[in-house]
């Protein structure tokens, strides 16, 4: 535990917070001044709760680009069409040396 440094000598009192305490009130306080909404999150299925409650939820349009993927297919179906067999290659190397002995 920190505690803040104190000047005994000016009449100031040691501090008696804990750093580590958990103040909620003062959380949910804070949370409503900024306008947001506090949730303790004492379990994971909490986390999962609060991603899921609609009042937490702000819904926006948002453009989303997918042009990409025909591209994508489109240069997949390319790698395809003219990567070399390997097993074709093997043969002609093979026939190649079979004609020079």
């Known amino acids: 535990m920190i505690q803040r440094n104190v000047d005994t000598a000016a009449g100031d009192q040691p501090s008696r917070e804990q750093l580590s305490a958990l103040h909620e ?10 306008e947001f909404d506090y949730v303790r999150l004492a379990r994971l299925s909490s986390l999962s709760e609060a991603m899921r409650e609609t009042r937490f939820a702000h ?17 997949l179906v390319l790698v395809w069409r003219f990567v070399p067999d390997v097993g074709q290659i093997e043969r002609m190397r093979l026939r190649l040396m079979q004609r020079k002995y």
């Open 59 to 75: 819904r926006r349009p948002v453009a989303t680009d997918f042009e990409w993927i025909p591209a994508l297919i489109a240069l």
């Open 25 to 34: 009130p003062h959380l949910q306080a804070l949370a409503q001044r900024v």
